[in-house]
Nanobody, 125 residues
């Protein structure tokens, strides 16, 4: 079992930046592919990006490529999402999640077993 707690959300103007953090409990953090998802009001939860166990492989959805960067510190049991050049359409609740599957496609939401409670990101125009 692992528990995930996100932080760092807030209100920012378009073009601004935020850095989300996700702290994990337990000693098995490095076993998980860690992903970030988001859910806007009235929409389904969608994949944002993910990072492999050792941090060598990163995958992003097209809409955030070049603007968002995922990183992780396995010594601190923490994964980060650096969000730059934010747009109003980035407004959503952002969730981190842990995936123990062996899939090479990190965007499959059903592969993620552990979820945080989410943190709100609001981008004003």
């Amino acid at each position: 079992q692992v528990q995930l707690v996100e932080s760092g959300g807030g209100l920012v103007q378009a073009g601004g930046s935020l850095r989300l953090s996700c702290a994990a409990s337990g000693r098995t953090f490095s076993r998980y592919v860690m992903g970030w998802f988001r859910q806007a009001p009235g929409k389904e939860r969608e994949f944002v990006g993910a990072i492999s166990r050792a941090g060598l492989i990163k995958q992003y959805t097209d809409s955030v490529k070049g603007r968002f960067t995922i990183s992780r510190d396995n010594a601190k049991n923490t994964v980060y999402l650096q969000m730059n050049s934010l747009l109003p359409e980035d407004t959503a609740v952002y969730y981190c999640a842990g995936d123990v599957s062996s899939s090479s496609d990190y965007g499959l939401i059903d592969d993620y077993e552990y979820w945080g409670q989410g943190t709100q990101v609001t981008v004003s125009s």
